[in-house]
């Protein structure tokens, strides 16, 4: 089956990056992909961490697969998403780091600065983060485990957010 039919996919943004989102939301429709929206719905002014918050604990509890953020310069979601357990995102700004991301990585959340990188670029980065998988068994999969070991030693909240 082809991964576009079985990836589950979220995509959020705040209102600088709400355009952007909608034009990869768009352009992934179109390719296949099916996704969740979580926000931002309008331009109207709204935080960043409120929506990274959502996005990254639906990738967290295993709700979705992957996710991707969109804000001004992808940075401040990026930051937010990763106080979330379970979660590794990193801020692309071209298609290489997004590929590097994900197969020495294992990123699950993408983010993307809709000030920084226009959408042709965007969608560019987005599909390479998507089409690419992790290095499993390689030399990077001892890495991100002691990624997790780093967030299970240093962290103390649950990874459902703290309803337990």
């Not at 989102?21 to 996704?35: D, N, S």
């Not at 509890?61 to 953020?69: P, Y």
């Not at 560019?124 to 089409?131: G, Q, R, W, Y």
């Amino acid at each position: 089956m082809d991964k576009k039919n079985t990836l589950r996919l979220a995509i959020g943004s705040d209102h600088a990056g709400f355009e952007l989102k909608e034009e990869l939301r768009k352009v992934l429709t179109e390719e296949g992909y099916t996704l969740s929206d979580f926000g931002a719905h309008s331009v109207s002014s709204v935080d960043y961490p409120d929506i990274a918050e959502q996005v990254a604990l639906s990738v967290s509890r295993g709700e979705h697969d992957l996710a991707i953020l969109v804000c001004g310069t992808g940075i401040g979601m990026a930051i937010s998403a990763n106080k979330i357990n379970g979660i590794r995102a990193g801020a692309c700004s071209e298609p290489y780091s997004a590929i590097m991301s994900r197969a020495h990585n294992n990123a699950n959340v993408l983010a993307v600065g809709s000030r920084v990188v226009g959408a042709g670029l965007a969608i560019e980065i987005v599909l390479a983060f998507l089409e690419t998988d992790f290095e499993n068994g390689s030399r990077h999969e001892q890495r991100v485990h002691k990624i997790s070991k780093l967030e299970s030693r240093w962290c103390e909240r649950p990874a459902d957010g703290g309803t337990n």
